[in-house]
């Protein structure tokens, strides 16, 4: 009786305190119900997901082609610019809205899971940034990600096996070239042994050029006998 009574007046707290303090869609700018968290359950249902995990071939695959191997690279959503998928991307990275991240990382790590394809895998290791952007930032929205995956997957998120250890300048408005440019050497392994013999997944918010994805996979394959896996949020390929 005492948790029905508590739980009761909770959900009259949330009410009141959404009366004064109204809590919005980050796709859509609508006002959530009661239910909903940080998306309303109409974006939730319409979200333009590219269900690459369930094909044996699909357009990702070619990303990084000719550049590094990796085993397998995932995608939630398609990436559209003035979509809802941006304004999503966007309060995660500059709103300090974490917690969506960790809600789709957690979303996609359940729809993963049932393919088998995430077997083996040693640790999820969220693309890290450098400690100075972290603290104007005040987290890593990557980090979040990869919690939400962890929690679905069981598989552990590892933030210390790499590191970034250049600050870089915002990729958004270069080429593919000048991307790579900007981070082909921005990344270091903190601990080969721990990270030897391992397949591990590489997590970030948005695959574009994969640049930084690149760069970072590149040196998790220095390391003898390791595999990666590529799992973003979006993709603005295909």
Known sequence: LNCLMMKKFLNLFQNLLSLFYPRFCVACGNSLQENETHLCLNCLLHLPETNCHLFEHHSLDDIFRGR???????????????????????????????????????????????????????????????????????????????????????????????????????????????????????????????????????CDDVLTTGATTEAAIQKILEVKNTKVTVITLATANG
């Open 68 to 202: 590094v191997k990796v085993e397998n690279t995932f995608a939630l959503l398609y990436y559209r610019k003035g979509g809802h998928v941006q304004q999503i991307l966007h309060h995660l990275k500059y709103k300090r809205c974490k917690e969506v991240g960790k809600e789709l990382g957690e979303y996609y790590g359940k729809k993963l899971l049932i393919t088998g394809k995430l077997s083996n895998i040693a640790y999820i290791i969220p693309i890290p940034l450098h400690p100075k952007k972290q603290k104007i930032r005040g987290y890593n929205q990557s980090e979040w990600i990869a919690m939400g995956l962890s929690n679905a997957t069981g598989i552990p998120y590892n933030t210390k096996l790499l590191i970034r250890n250049t600050f870089t300048e915002t990729q958004t408005k270069k080429n593919r070239y000048n991307r790579w440019e900007n981070v082909k050497d921005v990344f270091q392994i903190n601990d080969k042994e721990k990270l030897a013999n391992k397949h591990v997944i590489i």
